[in-house]
């Protein structure tokens, strides 16, 4: 009998059209282009306006080398929790969706030290396409229901609309249509149906190299390239230097080898601690052990010439010398044959 594969959650009628099914564990949800999210009664893309950030989310360990598999239990859990937290309909039906688009891992999350790490997610929520609210307000309203709720969400920061898009600010539209602002020096849209611009590659000057310690990245959101200190240096007034003693990294953020030392002194130091106290212990019990020895055996002795020689207890009726056992047996009186007391004549004179 062949094993059955597993069933997936998308099927063909499951979202409307013009939209893609995303399958996650046992869920989907339906995922329109940019710009548009999905109504759920009408089943249809609905423009909207976006407003993009990123939220710092508290995850178990045993969830964190998940969270990139967007069909593990663990980023289905936190793609839920996030809907539930950011829905504020219950305050206003301008709400439309939220959509994660990347979850971002540092290296000491990877490590596994903490029971529990802080996780980056960048995410855009698109409410409708005539809300009254702003970035300011939609990021105090999200704020305010991380506050209300104990989701392990710990802290929302927006991000400007036009460095999410990659387009110049014109101080009109702010970049309301991806589609319509103008790139930045550097970037350009794939395809004129795509919203966000790229950059056609990293731009970084000629002094960036693995010679004086650099590195040329883009930022995560693609926006900029920087150029960086290589993991294991730290930017010193444009020089790259070495990092102290127990950190590593980009920039020098892990603190991983500097927790492992920490842990490791203390951990030799209780065990020398433990060794220390078990032989003082046991010097401190053999020297007890012989002393009650040697009294035992000095009474033994001390009873033992008392017996040979006689003598009586020391000092007992208040003297400070021995007394001596003079007292003979009758039996053992010497007798004198020659003398003979009964039969003697005494003298008349």
Known sequence: MSPSCPTSPCQDSSCGQDSSCVALNSIYFCLCSEGYYYQNNSQK??????????????????????????????????????????????NTSEYGQTVIIKVSISPSARSGMYAESIVNVSLVNILIENTKYNQSSVAAIIQNAIDNEDSGIKGYSMKDRCDYYG???????????????????????????????????????????????????????????????????????????????????LNCQDQFQLILTIVGTIAGILII??????????????????????????NDF????????????????????????????????????????????????
């Open 45 to 90: 893309c609905e423009e909207g306006k976006i407003f993009p950030g990123s939220i710092t989310v508290q995850v178990p360990q045993s969830d964190i080398s998940n969270l990139e598999d967007k069909n593990s239990k663990a980023y289905e859990g936190l793609h839920e929790k996030f809907k539930n937290a950011f829905n504020y309909s219950s």
């Open 273 to 298: 601690g433990m060794v220390i106290a078990f032989i003082v212990s046991s010097r401190l019990k053999n020297k007890r052990k012989d002393g009650e020895e040697q009294n035992l055996i000095e």
């Open 167 to 249: 387009c110049k600010r014109d101080g009109v539209s702010n970049c309301n249509n991806g589609l319509q602002c103008e790139c930045k020096d550097g970037y350009q849209r794939p395809y004129p149906q795509v919203a966000v611009c790229v950059a056609s590659s990293p731009v970084c000057p000629d002094t960036c190299n693995e010679k004086n310690k650099k590195q040329c990245l883009l930022k995560e959101d693609g926006s900029i390239s920087e150029c960086v200190c290589l993991p294991g240096y730290r930017d010193n007034k444009g020089e790259c230097e070495t990092c102290p003693f127990g950190y590593s990294g």
């Open 302 to 349: 001390q009873n033992l010439k008392l017996q040979q020689t006689g003598f009586t207890n020391f000092g007992a009726d208040g003297s400070i010398f021995p007394k001596v056992q003079t007292m003979a047996s009758k039996d053992r009186q010497l007798q004198n044959p020659y003398i003979n007391t009964g039969s003697m004549p005494h003298p008349d004179y």
